[in-house]
């Protein structure tokens, strides 16, 4: 019984996939002849159109209502076919069917669960889900969209609709998307004859039905002369750049203990259309690759260390985007670090901002105070339509005591492996294409040993072009003794096809140091590779001319440029603000990485991130970074200040030095300090 039952099911599934593919041939034999009546009638038009044009430079009015006549009933005829024809096949073989597979089999489409605004289309194998057609301006909807066909439109007969729209002895010919007054001036049309919701198009020298925007994003709407146009979405965007505040929660929220860890607050300045904020994460709505930057300076004194990250959702428990350690100090002072990745996101993906201790001897209320920082979290995202790429990697192995130690990588993800891939030894990158890249390098150390307080230790970051390694940047971290800490590298370059990107570290001679290598984020390698037709960047360093020493207040930097120049950034050389401000040309975003390595007895160093603009000619600070106390031994010492921002055309930016209480020595320009500027198109 079963059996029989079972075999009646195929069958009836059977015929089911014949009556659809009918269907689908009759949709294709439909499609096929309204394309060829489109045809005929663009064929008639032109047609017309020259032999009108002759007819009025002849002045044969009688010639001219006879042609006139003639192509209007022939147009006429060719369109009522069409309809017909369509009506006909549409009201026989439109099948509703909502079968259900019930454990016989292999279900007929493949698609599985299409999005709302989808339907699979099974004439392509394998079967696929495509989005619905939109009806355009002037046409109306046939058919719905369903889970097994397109959307049919069908243009709209406006003559035939409303006989008058062009006047009692004017004749009205019907067009695709639009109608045509017969003998009408264009100044006459142009005053208003089309009507509401329609407008005269010069170029076709007829009334064409407006844009309808999608979401009805009007930029500017529809007039007697032009068309709707659309404001863009985010999705239309190529990169949008955001920012926020970070808060430590308080004790009353009940979240007092780092021991097991907590998410920091996140409070943004202005709305975004890529993301909100709910519950102390970002949850994003668009797909697109994301780079984040983290400016953070606490003081505490808690055991070991601090480790501060960035999670994505549906992170395996302990997994972390991103993270660095802040080593325990011997005394009561600010500490800062940066932070900063790549990653490719999806909506409704979180990202949060994790901060813990390893033991359970660090009670917020007691052991720790984070310093108020201007806007210290931003980011910037990219469209997938840029063509940018976005890679991640771990570092693959822990190494014990090595003096100079280049890192190999395992790539934990990549959005496009053929624009990026590893080099055959696993310590290096690999460019495919000439572009843009824009990197961060985060390693985790323990070191132990006075020389390595005393002497510190230098991030080298080389492009490695036609077999000859060039020093990109070089990072100084200062050192410490049985304590765990974090090295970090961030900046922005050109690349060439196959160059690669590589690191180094280099300590004391005396000093022991084990490298950590693990999937926990605190050791990685992340970045986002972006075509130079949307992006270009340039490096400088201070100027060695003109170093600020001394009792320093608010003083700004001057720089000297060292890359070659681009079109979209620039380094005013002329002027009050030459060698102190760079200069944006286009509009976009920009994402800067800033270290400065000197010595200073400063009880606070501040560096500030000013934007000017030309609507405000006051500076604005947008980014904030501070420095604590020379750590007792350090010979020398680093502050980094990352942040992306908005730029527009004639967009100024500077940074300015600020040493409370004391003075600052030395400033390096060389080795240990640098600044890198990246630009999209937005």
Partial sequence: MLKSQQQIIVDLQQKLAEQQHILVSQQREILEQQ????????????????????????????????????????????????????QKSYSVHKVEVDAKVINVGESLLDCGLCESDEFCNFQKTPSQCEKCTLCPAGFFQMAECSANSDRICQDRDECTESPSICGERVKCLNTPGGFRCLGIAEKDAALGLCGEEYFFNKEMQECQACLKCEDGMVAMPCSTVSDTVCSATSENKLSESWAANIILPSVKSGVSQVYSGLNLKIKGKLPCEILSVEENSLVFRQHGLLW?????????????????????????????????????????????????????VEPSQTLSVYLRSPNQFCNQSKDLNIYDLNTPLSLFWL?????????????????????????????????????????????????????????????????????????????????????????????????????????????ATKVGAGDLISFEILSPAQCNVRY???????????????????????????????????????????????????????????????????????????????????????????????????????PTAIAQQIGGQMPEGSMWTSVSLRASFE???????????????????????????SISILWISS
């Avoid at 930057?293 to 395996?316: I, P, T, W, Y």
């Fill in 383 to 491: 469209s997938h339509d840029t063509g940018a790429v976005a890679l991640s990697a771990q570092m693959s192995t822990a190494m014990h005591y090595q003096t100079n130690y280049r890192p190999t990588f395992k790539i934990t993800s990549v959005s496009d492996p053929y624009m990026l891939s590893l080099s055959h030894d696993g310590r290096a990158i690999k460019f495919t294409e000439t572009g843009v890249v824009k990197f961060v390098f985060h390693q985790a150390l323990y070191s132990m040993g006075h020389m390595c307080v005393r002497e510190g230790f230098s991030l080298i970051s080389y492009i490695n072009r036609n077999g000859t390694n060039i020093e990109l940047m070089n990072v100084f971290k200062s050192g410490v003794n049985y304590r765990d800490t974090s090295i970090s590298a961030s900046g």
């Fill in 292 to 344: 984040t930057d983290l400016n953070f300076a606490v003081k505490h004194n808690c055991r070991n260390f601090l480790q501060l990250s960035l999670k994505l959702n549906g992170s395996e428990e302990g997994y972390e985007l991103s993270g660095v350690r802040i080593e325990q100090p011997e005394g009561k002072y600010f500490q800062s670090t940066s932070l900063s990745s790549a990653a490719e």
């Fill in 647 to 673: 730029v527009h055309n004639g967009t100024l930016i500077a940074v300015s030095l600020d040493c409370v209480r004391g003075r600052i020595n030395q400033i390096t320009h060389e080795h240990g300090t």
């Fill in 516 to 618: 950590f290598g693990d999937s926990s984020g605190i050791s990685m390698f992340s970045l986002i590779w972006i075509p130079s037709a949307v992006s270009s960047a340039i490096s400088a360093t201070v100027s060695v001319t003109g170093l600020p020493t001394g009792a320093v207040r608010n003083k700004l930097l001057d720089f000297t440029q060292v890359s070659s120049s681009e079109k979209q950034i620039q380094l005013v050389s002329s002027g009050q603000l030459a060698q102190k401000y760079f200069v944006f040309t286009e509009k976009g975003i920009a994402s800067l990485a800033f270290n400065l390595k000197l010595i200073h007895s400063c009880s606070v160093l501040k560096m500030t991130l000013y934007k000017l603009t030309m609507d405000d000619m006051q």
């Fill in 35 to 86: 394309r060829k009546m489109y045809e005929q009638m663009d064929l008639i038009k032109v047609q017309y159109g020259m032999l009108f044009d002759t007819v009025k430079q002849m002045s044969f009015q009688s010639l001219q209502e006879d042609i006139q006549t003639y192509f209007e009933s022939h147009l006429q005829g060719l369109q009522n076919q069409v309809r017909n024809q369509l």
